[in-house]
T-cell receptor, first 116, second 108 residues
Framework: EAGVTQFPSHSVIEKGQTVTLRCDPI?????LYWYRRVMGKEIKFLLH????????ESGMPNNRFLAERTGGTYSTLKVQPAELEDSGVYFC??????????????FGPGTRLTVL | AQRVTQPEKLLSVFKGAPVELKCNYS??????LFWYVQYSRQRLQLLLR??SRESIKGFTADLNKGETSFHLKKPFAQEEDSAMYYC??????????FGTGTRLTVIP
């Protein structure tokens, strides 16, 4: 079974440009999460989809970040315009919805974003 | 607000020695705690969760609500245990809150 995949693995852009990150969750996983690790700091929650709906986007840093999950399958995270402080590793994770709560989250390899 | 603290950024032990990675948390609700591990060039993966009360790869972790701790322990470290370890707390909303991680190096 394929795990969570993310594309691209690494992106280098200039300040002010736009970047779109993609995440393909494990097939059948309704829950999809985005996290970010800025260098030297902890991995921080950004937002959570349940199917195509945003369940919680309290971790989104500002309105330059836009996440979508059309059709409830893959998700994209767009940063527009990118700023220097957006540099970091963006992780995606997915989990089943067993109804028991605290389902195990499976992580993708991450996308390393560098804003110059 | 919830918070996870891993006081050691780096930890080195000799092969065969015991290892303990510390984790303390702050959360007003009933915590669900996890240890995630990231080996070199691999993705973040779940090592163990407190509700399972399992031993994975020789590692155990006991939730101590009195001390608000969830330290990860292994009696005899192996070289393949060298990795980055993250303690994480999951809230009722299913979101994970991570510590800053501890890089464990097992010296041959």
């Amino acid at each position: 079974e394929a795990g969570v995949t993310q594309f691209p693995s690494h992106s280098v852009i200039e300040k002010g440009q736009t970047v779109t990150l993609r995440c393909d969750p494990i097939s059948g996983h309704d829950n999809l999460y985005w996290y970010r690790r800025v260098m030297g700091k902890e991995i921080k929650f950004l937002l959570h989809f349940v199917k195509e709906s945003k369940q919680d986007e309290s971790g989104m840093p500002n309105n330059r970040f836009l996440a979508e999950r059309t059709g409830g399958t893959y998700s994209t995270l767009k940063v527009q315009p990118a700023e220097l402080e957006d540099s970091g590793v963006y992780f995606c994770a997915s989990s089943q919805d067993t109804g028991r709560g605290t389902d195990t989250q499976y992580f993708g390899p991450g996308t390393r974003l560098t804003v110059l | 607000a919830q918070r996870v603290t891993q006081p050691e950024k780096l930890l080195s032990v000799f092969k065969g020695a015991p290892v303990e990675l510390k984790c303390n948390y702050s959360y007003s609700g009933s915590p669900e705690l996890f240890w995630y591990v990231q080996y070199s060039r691999q993705r973040l993966q779940l090592l163990l969760r407190h509700i399972s009360r399992e031993s994975i790869k020789g590692f155990t972790a006991d939730l101590n609500k009195g001390e608000t701790s969830f330290h990860l322990k292994k009696p005899f470290a192996q070289e393949e245990d060298s990795a980055m370890y993250y303690c994480a707390l999951q809230t009722g909303a299913n979101n994970l809150f991570f510590g800053t991680g501890t890089r464990l190096t097992v010296i041959p």
